[in-house]
């Protein structure tokens, strides 16, 4: 069988990652998965034994083990159907990246990581904005700070990593949405899947 075709989507929270997401799975052919979503569907899942954990971390900032993660994302990766994903949070640290590689080496290719570089600021403004709707227990001003370290700390790495390995398509994401997709879609019709 065909490997899966996989975009990984990081960048700071609130950079936009899930808005170019909704942008790109409009006019490509991609699915969008959101590792951040998915948790919050596990810990809201009637029975799960992994509901307050998952919660622990998010309104800590933290991360959760990859086992955790990586088998949601398998999960519906085979439950769609599809072959092009977009992954959207995920890996996050070098616990996430190596359990990725180990359990989706031979099942999917990245081809690229779509790299949303925002400034801590804006970030910080449209998160505590996004607050006043979202319902998120991590929307606010003190698990945004646990948040962007862990970002900075952990995060970061990855994405330097992807960088030394020439699959990073760097994107300034303080424009506006739709500037923002333009030079999206500059990198998504320069790719072979
Ligand atoms: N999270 C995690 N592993 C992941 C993705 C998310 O542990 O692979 C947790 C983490 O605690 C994070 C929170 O979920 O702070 C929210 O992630 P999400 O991607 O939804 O936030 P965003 O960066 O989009 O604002
Ligand atoms: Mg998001």
Known sequence: M???NVLFVLGGPGA???TQCDYIVRDYDFVHLSAGDLLREERQRPGSQYGEEIEGHIRSGTIVPVQITCSLLQRAMENSGRKNFLIDGFPRNKDNLEGWNKAMEEVADVKRVLFFDCDE???VDRCLNRGKTSGRSDDNEESLKKRIHTYNT???PIIEH???LNLVSELHAEQTPDEVFGDVKKVL???TL
């Open 121 to 123: 600021k804006v970030c």
């Open 162 to 164: 992807y960088r030394k």
């Open 16 to 18: 936009g990652k899930g």
């Open 189 to 191: 019709d320069d790719l």
């Open 154 to 156: 952990s995060t970061m």
């Open 2 to 4: 065909a490997k899966y």
